[in-house]
């Protein structure tokens, strides 16, 4: 199994610091299980996990978990794939 997020990670944080911000109202603590619930049956999986981070992947905060416990984690080395910029000397 290949995870991939995409996104900006910045609105990941926000998300996850909104959730904590709010942590007790009902609905928040039902998504928080949840995704406690998620990331247990992905740990107890009998299936391999290849974490694929690529530039413009959104693992931060609560993705990030999704990448730890993947079996195997993929980044692109060495800038490759990202925009250079041009600047003259």
Do not use: C
């Amino acid at each position: 199994m290949l995870l991939r997020t995409e996104g900006d990670p910045n609105a990941v944080l926000a998300v996850d610091r909104t959730l904590d911000r709010h942590r007790r109202h009902w609905l928040v603590r039902e998504i928080l299980l949840l995704q406690k619930r998620v990331l247990k049956r992905l740990d107890l999986t009998a299936r391999t996990f290849f974490a694929l981070i690529e530039p413009g992947s959104a693992f931060a905060g609560s993705l990030l978990e999704l990448a730890l416990a993947a079996d195997r984690s993929y980044m692109l080395a060495g800038g490759e794939g990202r925009p250079r910029s041009r600047s003259r000397r």
